[in-house]
């Protein structure tokens, strides 16, 4: 059943309980984006302390994959510098686009968005939160190419 | 029973699809379920067959070759340029512009007679269910010449509110745009009583017939609108064939469009003046084979007959409607057959479209997910998109049947 490499239950589980879906007042940084492809729409959040992200949040509304995608983010980002943030983010397209081969150790839960290379129109949605969160942190890298059509 | 019931309607839907050699295909293992017509339809042999042998032994330049394959490939291209004026209804062979479709039509309205004649607090009447190639080119038009824009809302039911039509449509508008079938709600629009109403305020009337005229047909002299515009994908042609229907009076009046070879009669150091329409709108080399293929599916049709495709529409609308009902999915639009085309924009349970979209192609079934260039429609009813099936001449009951199996999946891969 080739879905199982979409529909993961990381991935599901992310999706129907997104972890760190709030509005955060106290956000020196945030930044919203649509996907006009699929009307997907999503805020990213950043709280920074000492140098960290020590908190981020999202708001949203979309599929599966962007849903779950933004939930694991937050996970994934909080507590680092903005310089590893931006490494994330690198490595995360990084997989997305097939280049680098993921390492669990690295990526943890976000590994289960691998599959959805297999699916290149569905990469945008797992990249929407990516590109979000790094219009938030001041540079822009559009390898998701959400162009309107 | 199925059968018997397509039978009733006049189409031999098994025969017409041995004609349409993708419908053949399987889709990882399974059997294609193509139910995106409304977004580019299939083509059947036929036009596949014209386009190629155009180029195998018609191909040289429309007007422009004094030679044999020269005036052949002219009579070709303008043969159905004659074809396409007999199809709607027009007067006559110059009052069809060909374009690469209704985007390119629309913009060339807009652009020709848009920019050229409205001023300054003119308005501009559109519908919330226009296509966005209906809206963003007047937008375009407004701002440069200070135009207004309207709109005529929804209501609940998906049909366009008229109860407010007197205030939207006065002596102010200037033209009335207006799709004749909707394509998300497959809402199909009392056209007759708009085109009257915009006429008696001194509005022309620009149709979106992309829909419409695959569909359902259109006979722009019964309807008297001033503006159709068509594309031939949708209705079994090449992608970038259709055109543009207008009134002669208004082409003559209208500015070009793009400048270039063709469409000019004498060019000097400052200035040019035009070639007759319709060809002061064809500039460059047209898509000449695409357009000759685009008789070929005019004649398809034709032999079908525009009254047994909408028949056979309608019943596989209500079908399908009754089925996804069922199912328990919320559909958008009218329920009411006679004023709904084959396009079913719903939402199944809590699935978001593009999650639904993936999971019913494991089952070979196609269908579009996404806001469908429809954000207007989208906004009013609440939604950020809509799964949508539709329909057309080769689409079968078991087709429907097979839509509503595969929604079954959802719920299993998602665990619902």
Known sequence: MPLDDIYKEVILDHYKKPRNKREMPQ?????????????????????????????????????????SS???????????????????????????????????????????????????????CAVLAWDVLQEALGGRESASGTSAH | MAVTRERSTGLDVARIREDFPILSRTIGGKPLVYLDSTNTAQRPRQVIDAEREFYEQHNANAHRAIYFLGEEATDLYEGARAKTARFLGAPDPSTIVFTRGTTESINLVAHGWGRRFLKEGDEILLTEMEHHSDI?????AARDTGAVLRYIGLTDDGLLDLVNLEDLLTERTKILCVTGMSNSLGTITPLPRLIEAAHAVGA???VDGAQLVPHRGANVAELDCDFLAFSGHKMLGPTASGGLFA????????DPFLGGGEMINEVFHDHSTFNDVPWKFE??????????????????LEALGMDHVREHEEELTAYALERLAEAGARIFGPTDVAVRGGVVSFWYRDVHPHDLATILNEEGVAIRAGHHCNQLVMRRYGVPATARASFYIYNTMEEVDALVTALGRAESVLGL
């Open chain 1, 27 to 67: 956000a020196e940084r945030s930044c919203s984006r649509n996907n006009p492809l699929c009307g997907d729409e999503i805020t990213v959040f950043v709280h920074e302390e000492d140098g960290l992200l020590a908190d981020v949040s999202f708001t949203g509304q979309g599929c599966s994959i962007s849903q």
């Open chain 1, 70 to 124: 933004a939930s694991m983010m937050t996970e994934a980002v909080v507590g680092r510098s903005l310089e590893d943030a931006q490494g994330l983010i690198h490595r995360f397209r990084g997989m997305m686009a097939g280049e680098v081969e993921p390492s669990e150790e690295e990526l943890g839960d976000l590994v289960a968005l691998k599959g959805v290379v297999k699916y290149p129109i569905r990469i945008k």
């Open chain 2, 136 to 140: 963003v080119p007047w937008q375009f």
């Open chain 2, 204 to 206: 022309l009337v620009l």
């Open chain 2, 247 to 254: 009134k002669r009076e208004l082409l003559e009046a209208m």
């Open chain 2, 283 to 300: 500039a460059g080399t047209m898509n000449v084979a695409q357009e000759v293929a685009f008789g070929a599916a005019i004649d398809y």
